[in-house]
């Protein structure tokens, strides 16, 4: 086989797992927030499969962003939570999920000038 075919089979393959992970540590958190399952569990699972996609990509948007809204809603670690949809705005500036995230985290807050 073609070591560019390889090379891009390898990288097609690195890009859907970090999809896969990402995508579905997202739903996790959703589950969680919103009563899909036991918030608890949700959030573990979340925790355990974000993990694996920074692990793949640690500047990944919806990783980062996903990781801050664990941070935030299982763990009320706010300040973290922060540094990662902070580090998702600087990833992809125009991400409306980080966006999004940041400014529910400001408003929680009550941090009404940022």
């Known amino acids: 086989m073609d070591s560019r075919r390889v090379s891009f089979i390898g990288l097609l393959t690195a890009s859907l ?12 958190v959703q589950l969680g927030r919103f009563n899909g399952m036991p918030a608890a569990d949700a959030m573990q699972e979340a925790r355990n499969a974000v993990r694996r996609a920074l692990e793949l990509a640690p500047n990944d948007p919806l990783a980062l962003t996903t990781m801050g809204w664990v941070l935030r809603t299982a763990d009320w670690k706010w300040r973290e939570a922060r540094e990662y949809f902070t580090r998702a705005r600087a990833a992809q500036p125009g991400n409306a999920a980080a966006i999004l995230a940041l400014a529910v985290l400001e408003l929680n807050l009550r941090h009404y000038e940022a």
């Open 17 to 28: 797992a970090l999809c896969l992970w990402a995508g579905m540590a997202d739903a996790y």
